[in-house]
């Protein structure tokens, strides 16, 4: 699918531009919220690619992306929102913090309370919500992301379709409503979220719904628990 044109009138943050971004916010450490769905909801268009690997596939993609997020240095607590006991163990061994997804009503529902968590802990938090979704994420792509983030009161990354969103952000002060599902790129920008626009992060925009996008996160390069899943994937087939 292609790319949605920018039109003029919506916010979006050229980071080629000269923006300084020492300008604002800086120092700032990110809160980050993973949610995570459980096994039976997880990755379903992936079915027909992986079979019954899918929820280890799911529960994979999931612990490199909190690794990825605990390894960056701009980032100072995980909290995964989930009530999927296998996934929680692991969130809990790599040092995330765990809640159960209390609300029961949906992504954006769970990332609310996520963020609520932290504030309720944390009041003058930074809070990103990230994707499940995201194997090959690399820690210093994703600080360039939050350091770009500490320049407005909440802006998103897209996709690498550029329809969807892998990252939400809101420094503090700033109500955190997330937007996600469908064409959630849109859905942010029509909120007044800005969209940021930082060249050389393909991991932090290449989540995962498809085979073709297992595909090319394997191109950029898979953490090392999706690795280990494909592995037993191929030698199974």
């Known amino acids: ?27 700032v450490r990110w809160s980050i919220v993973v949610p995570v769905k459980r096994p039976e909801y997880a990755k379903t268009r992936l079915a027909d690619a992986v079979g019954e690997f899918r929820p280890h596939v799911a529960r994979a993609f999931a612990a490199d992306t909190i690794a990825a ?28 913090a765990v809640i159960a997804d209390t609300p029961a009503s949906g992504l954006n529902a769970a990332l609310r309370h996520g963020a609520a968590t ?10 990103a919500s990230l994707s499940a979704d995201l194997p090959a994420l690399r820690a210093d792509e994703l600080k360039r992301v939050l350091t770009a983030a500490t320049m407005y009161p909440t802006s998103f990354l897209a996709d690498a379709v550029g329809i969807g969103t892998t990252l939400y952000a809101c420094l503090p002060g700033a109500e955190f409503d997330p937007r996600f599902g469908g064409r959630s790129r849109a859905a942010h920008r029509a909120a007044g ?40 994937l191929d030698a199974a087939f």
């Open 69 to 96: 997020a605990l390894a960056c240095t701009v980032v100072s607590t995980v909290t995964v929102v989930t009530d999927d006991e296998e996934a929680a163990a692991e969130a809990r061994t790599l040092g995330a």
């Open 193 to 232: 979220a800005v969209e940021l626009d930082v060249p050389g992060v393909p991991s932090v925009r290449r989540d995962i719904d498809t085979a073709v996008d297992l595909w090319d996160a394997m191109r950029i390069g898979l953490g090392p628990r999706t690795e280990s899943v494909i592995v037993q």
């Open 118 to 127: 932290v504030r309720t802990r944390r009041p003058d938090a930074a809070v």
């Open 1 to 27: 699918m292609s790319t949605e044109p920018v039109p003029e009138s919506t916010p979006h943050a050229d980071l080629d531009a000269g923006v300084n971004s020492d300008a604002a916010h800086a120092g």
